[in-house]
């Protein structure tokens, strides 16, 4: 499973958690976080860390398939515990990889394919696996292309752009560092460090630094296909 790849020997415990999924999204929305105006924050899935345990919620009315908020809330759990200083970007980049690695897990596929229009085609097994658990991911990226300029993957904001952006440029750096993921998620979420102190220490012993690739990834948006 995804968890055991990132946390083979169990090493760090955490409380029990809940699982609830609300069947309307009308119910859901009272309970999820505030806006700072005061509204329900326009999200499909929370995770709530309390004394009484973590609570993985989401609302199964909101998405296509709810697993794809379940394992980017559960992440964000696995995130909480091993990696409680982690920056928002990181947070929420790491829970979108999760939900890119689910989709090549259950494809068949591995990263660092080409994937185009003869394996996407409507109606293959690939296309639905894709619309599930990879869609969503290339939706916020698309709304980092739309102004670059304005946004960034390291940013505090936690909008759908730096979603898409950090997600993007974590996927960059990972494709970078070596023929495979290898151990790199691993060694990113098992850190003492957090923030850029953590992938430079994960990149240790390739050559590269994580201000080098993000330089790299902004010229690859243009460059590359």
């Known amino acids: 499973s995804l968890l055991?790849?990132?946390?083979?020997?169990q090493s760090v415990g955490a409380p029990r958690s809940q699982v609830v999924v609300f069947a309307d999204h009308e119910t859901f929305t009272r309970y999820?976080?505030?806006?700072?105006?005061?509204?329900?924050?326009?999200?499909?899935?929370?995770?709530?860390?309390?004394p009484h345990g973590d609570f993985v919620v989401a609302s199964d009315d909101a998405e296509?398939?709810?697993r794809r908020v379940l394992y980017h809330e559960v992440l964000h759990r696995f995130v909480r515990h091993h990696l409680p200083e982690a920056p928002l970007w990181l947070n929420e980049g790491l829970s979108h990889v999760a939900e890119e690695l689910v989709f090549y897990r259950a494809a068949h596929l591995t990263p660092r394919q080409n994937l185009g229009g003869s394996e996407l085609q409507a109606g293959s097994e690939i296309r639905r696996v894709?619309?599930?658990?990879?869609?969503?991911?290339?939706?916020?990226?698309?709304?980092y292309l739309i102004a670059p300029d304005l946004n960034s993957p390291l940013s505090t904001d936690d909008g759908l752009a730096m979603r898409g952006a950090a997600w993007a440029f974590l996927r960059y750096l990972t494709d970078r560092?070596?023929?495979?993921?290898?151990?790199?998620?691993?060694?990113?979420?098992?850190?003492?460090?957090?923030?850029?102190?953590?992938?430079?220490?994960?990149?240790?012993?390739?050559?590269?630094?994580?201000?080098?690739?993000?330089?790299?990834?902004?010229?690859?948006?243009?460059?590359?296909?």
């Open 130 to 143: 894709f619309d599930t658990f990879g869609r969503s991911n290339l939706n916020r990226y698309q709304q």
């Open 64 to 66: 296509q398939n709810v």
């Open 4 to 9: 055991a790849t990132l946390n083979p020997d």
């Open 32 to 50: 999820v976080p505030r806006t700072a105006s005061g509204e329900p924050a326009p999200v499909s899935g929370f995770f709530l860390s309390h």
């Open 177 to 225: 560092a070596g023929t495979t993921d290898g151990d790199l998620w691993y060694r990113i979420v098992n850190s003492s460090l957090t923030g850029i102190d953590n992938l430079d220490a994960a990149l240790s012993g390739t050559g590269l630094t994580s201000l080098g690739l993000l330089r790299d990834w902004s010229v690859a948006i243009l460059a590359d296909d």
